[in-house]
């Protein structure tokens, strides 16, 4: 069975720094891969997501994502994080019927 | 408005007092799924459906059970609830399970005391 693994389980950083989540998965073949956000008390939305073509990835808010398939990863950065940004990041992959299996998220807190 | 709609959205309850938590989606969704969220472990599937009549376990069956009448409609049944499953359940639906992208109810915090 696939597994999703998330290596930063909580992260702080300043407004303007530089942002770069891990995301390592195992499963050996195709598969599509996520990135949801949770702002504190709401439910995961979709950040970006990744099933074939180019590996750099953009989604919203200026994130992207690499996939890199050789590493069996899929990292998100952001050049420049805001106090906005402050939430929690699940990366994910999809491989068949069960649709998604979620790594254990990355709590971000970005301080003024 | 496209939607995922939990219900209730905050419970506190005893252990062994059974309990559904309804979930219905507007999107003509053929998939469903229940995923519980805990600190440190992330979200895990507990059931999910292809389609009406259609459902099968996730990694943490264990304790709910489901039922998939109808397509919009996917409650969650706890029959005798305890404390372990205290979490946060969210409620979700695709149109194609493989594309991953999936459409979260704004979940529901059950507490079992």
């Known amino acids: 069975a696939q597994s999703v693994s998330q290596h930063n389980h909580h992260v702080i950083l300043s407004e303007a720094a530089s942002l770069e989540l891990g995301c390592n998965y195992s499963?050996?073949?195709?598969?599509?891969l996520f990135w949801y956000v949770q702002y504190p008390g709401q439910h995961l939305q979709l950040l970006l997501k990744?099933?074939?073509?180019?590996?750099l990835v953009k989604g919203i808010k200026g994130f992207e994502a690499e996939f890199i398939k050789s590493k069996f990863s899929f990292n998100l950065r952001k050049p420049s994080v805001q106090w906005s940004d402050t939430a929690e990041y699940f990366c994910?992959?999809?491989?068949?019927?069960?649709?998604?299996?979620f790594g254990s998220g990355t709590r971000l807190q970005v301080q003024p | 408005e496209a939607q995922v709609t939990q219900n209730p959205r905050y419970l506190i309850t005893v252990t062994g007092k059974k309990l559904t938590v309804t979930c219905s989606q507007n999107?003509?969704?053929?998939?469903m799924s229940w995923y519980r969220q805990d600190p440190g472990l992330g979200l895990r599937q507990i059931y999910y459906s292809m389609n009406v009549e259609v459902t099968d376990k996730g990694d943490v069956p264990e304790g709910y059970k489901v039922s998939r009448k109808e397509k919009r409609n996917f409650p969650l049944i706890l029959e005798s609830p305890s404390p372990n499953q205290t979490s946060l359940y969210f409620c979700?639906?695709?149109?194609?399970?493989?594309?991953?992208?999936?459409?979260f109810g704004e979940g529901s915090r059950l507490t079992v005391l």
């Open positions: 979700a639906s695709s149109l194609q399970p493989r594309s991953g992208e999936l459409f």
């Open positions: 994910a992959v999809a491989t068949g019927r069960r649709a998604l299996t």
């Open positions: 990744y099933f074939s073509g180019d590996p």
């Open positions: 499963y050996g073949g195709t598969v599509n």
């Open positions: 999107m003509n969704h053929e998939y």
